[in-house]
């Protein structure tokens, strides 16, 4: 085991900035509101995003169902937790009997009127459909309806895809953290 930093930053928005119009869901997908029930669901969806990527080295708990679940709960339960800035998306194509539910995000109030969002994730046979800038979006929005005037997130510096996304959603970098976290070498 030895001890690696990882770079990531911190993006911010004004939620002033924030379109009017959502992004459009591609067919057979569907956004599914909070539901204390969906915990199971958000935990699962998380553990497919991220138990075999990066975040999983930067936060062990990505690595495994009990520590995504156990995450998932935590979130659920801080104070400040948004419902409205919560949300799984499910794809569901005719004929099949049930839906794959393929992509989650979280969000947390953080007081004087700064929201956090958690974790967004989409399982990576649904991405590069638009999904993760839809979830960011209906998040984003859940945190204006609650008052909230700007967002952040931190997102590890070497995922260039979702930077690329939230700067095009109209986050900017405002500091740059570096994380130590054990890594196991082979």
Not at 14 to 30: F, M
Not at 124 to 142: D, K, T
Request: net charge positive; with cysteine; glycine share 10%.
């Amino acid at each position: 085991m030895g001890v690696t930093y990882f770079k990531r930053y911190r993006m911010e928005i004004d939620l002033s900035l924030l379109p009017v119009t959502p992004p459009q869901l591609p067919a057979d997908y569907a956004l599914l509101a909070w539901s204390e029930k969906l915990i199971p669901l958000h935990a699962e969806v998380k553990f497919r995003c991220f138990s075999d990527e990066m975040d999983a080295s930067v936060f062990p708990c990505l690595g495994t169902k009990a520590g995504c679940r156990r995450l998932m709960t935590e979130i659920a339960d801080r104070n400040g937790f948004l419902p409205t800035a919560t949300w799984l998306i499910q794809y569901w194509p005719a004929g099949s009997r049930r839906p794959d539910v393929c992509a989650t995000i979280q969000g947390v109030c953080e007081g004087e009127g700064i929201g956090a969002i958690q974790n967004v994730g989409v399982i990576p046979e649904h991405r590069g459909r638009g999904l993760g800038a839809a979830l960011v979006w209906y998040s984003l929005n859940g945190f204006r309806l609650a008052g909230q005037k700007k967002v952040f997130l931190e997102v590890t510096a070497q995922n260039t895809g979702a930077v690329r996304l939230y700067q095009r959603l109209g986050f900017r970098k405002v500091k740059t953290v570096y994380k130590a976290s054990e890594v196991a070498y082979a």
